[in-house]
């Protein structure tokens, strides 16, 4: 696909306005994006904001993986230590012990918390789509894992009226460690047909950075292995004409079987392994 073209870097000291910024009658909703935090708490505090975005690669594989039961608990109590109204996490190759789980039973378990695999909700008039699906490579953190040239049946899965796309695979050659960890097919479906305002992830631990092509700003929000890395936040304006509307799906029910040992797929691999991170 070649280069990826003219971008502009954006400055991330401040909140980045995107939407109808220069109307006066224009609703904010401010929305804090992170990703890649490995089990560390970023060096900056996390702001407040309405939205609390996590795009993946929340545990460390490398450090060992917990069973599900654990793991879910550590990532419902970090949420839930958060002020945000909203709180979304999509998963990332570091979820190993979400892999093969029910998506109902990771919501019941993550209570309040927005958790995405491929579909959507809406907050405030936002369509946000989340997907944690990343190319195969070398590295053995790999939930969530297929060929490159097999991803393309999840983009396609991403409804043409999204406004703010979460990935755990950034798009290929875009703050993605120099080609080496993004998808092509991803660039191209993002960028040609279903144009965000706000495509955010991780997975390349070159955050914490954003650019903006054709009206679209892309955001690595990666914190680990970067003294410099801090919460993106974004300040979008919402055009006074965009209904308020929310609709989120129905809170899940799930009774744990205490008799079924297989339910909580402990990972029998609890070994550190001295390797790259991502």
Request: proline share 6%; hydrophobic share 35%; charged share 20%.
């Amino acid at each position: 696909m070649g280069d990826f073209g003219d971008v502009t870097e954006i400055d991330v000291g401040e909140p980045i306005k995107i939407g109808c910024f220069t109307n006066s009658k224009s609703r904010v909703l401010r929305l804090v994006h992170i990703s890649d935090t490995h089990l560390q708490t970023p060096e900056t505090p996390i702001p407040d904001g309405d939205v609390l975005v996590h795009s993946g690669g929340f545990f460390n594989f490398y450090k060992g993986v917990g069973s599900f039961l654990e793991e879910v608990s550590i990532l419902e109590k970090f949420f839930a230590s958060q002020p945000h109204k909203y709180k979304i996490f999509v998963a990332g190759n570091h979820e190993q012990s979400f892999v093969g789980q029910p998506i109902e039973r990771i919501r019941a378990r993550l209570g309040s918390v927005i958790y995405l695999q491929d579909n959507s909700v809406m907050i405030e008039g936002l369509t946000f789509h989340g997907s944690p699906w990343t190319g195969k490579r070398k590295s053995t953190a790999a939930a969530f894992v297929t060929p490159f040239p097999e991803l393309g049946k999840y983009w396609v899965m991403i409804p043409k009226e999204t406004d703010v796309l979460i990935t755990h695979c950034p798009p290929h050659r875009v703050l993605d460690d120099n080609g080496i960890m993004g998808c092509p097919l991803l660039r191209e479906i993002v960028v040609k047909e279903i144009r965000p305002m706000l495509h955010l992830f991780g997975h390349s631990h070159q955050g914490t950075r954003v650019i903006e092509k054709q009206g679209i700003f892309m955001s690595n929000g990666a914190q680990y292995g970067n003294e410099s890395a801090h919460p993106l936040v974004f300040d979008i304006h919402l055009s006074p004409d965009l209904p308020n509307k929310t609709k989120l799906y129905k809170p899940s029910i799930w009774k744990e079987d205490t008799t079924d040992s297989s339910q909580d797929d402990t990972n029998e691999n609890k070994k550190s392994f001295n390797c790259n991170l991502i």
